[in-house]
């Protein structure tokens, strides 16, 4: 797939790989947090995780064609698809979430703490007046994860006007066209992250670890 070139960043979706304009491999949030052992799928079945893999795809790409104004009726979803899409579309009519248009799954290379950091947050947005960094899960369980990665977009991000922080929120797509919130606010989660970024940054130094 063609990369994605986005201010200081070059993204191939295909395998999730950030490289800087100066040809650098840049670990996202996502790989930090695996390589680091916070989420293991080495006992998932590989059919399973390829699975999981496009139904994640799919799922980002037809909730992002609604949120840009698109009719998702003009694009081939599969049946088994849509129920996310239209649990997605109840949590907007429901919650009044309002994303921000011009940062829909943006790639971006940003610097928390001094280090280098990929990531491409799902959503930025405002939902009853506070700023929100929204990630969209279209998962059978919750995973406790969800917060350090959301941690590590909203110290990533531009500091949202007259407030301090976003709030962390992620939504869980459920196939009965239901959702469920689940909110973050541990101060901790952003120590962890940089923590399993350290970690992880180690393990490829080492030889321990490699990008995917």
């Given at each position: 797939?063609?990369?994605?070139v986005s201010?200081?960043?070059?993204f ?14 840049i ?69 009044g ?5 011009e ?6 290379i ?7 950091v ?21 998962t059978?369980?919750a ?13 990533g ?15 869980q ?20 992250f ?10 490829l ?8």
């Open positions: 797939m063609t990369e994605i201010g200081d960043v070059c191939e979706p295909d395998c999730h790989a950030y490289t800087d304009l100066d040809g650098r491999r670990m996202s949030t996502t790989q930090a947090i695996k390589i680091a052992g916070l989420i293991d799928y080495s006992m998932v079945p590989a059919e399973k995780l390829g699975y999981a893999s496009l139904r994640g795809t799919l799922v980002h790409a037809a909730t992002a064609f609604h949120d840009q104004g698109r009719d998702v009726n003009d694009y081939y979803i599969p049946d088994w698809v849509m129920p996310y899409v239209r649990a997605y579309q109840r949590f907007l009519m429901d919650t979430f309002a994303p921000d248009l940062r829909i799954e943006r790639p971006a940003v610097k928390i703490a001094g280090l280098s990929g990531m491409t947050p799902d959503r930025v947005g405002t939902l009853h007046g506070y700023p929100i960094v929204l990630e969209i899960k279209a059978a369980s995973h406790p994860s969800w917060g350090i990665q959301l941690a590590s977009y909203e110290m991000l531009p500091r949202p006007p007259r407030r301090r922080e976003y709030h962390r929120v992620a939504v797509l459920k196939p009965n066209g239901d959702y469920k919130l689940f909110e973050y606010n541990d101060p901790l989660d952003r120590e962890i940089l923590d399993a970024f350290r970690v992880a940054a180690w393990k130094k080492h030889g321990l670890a490699k990008l995917d």
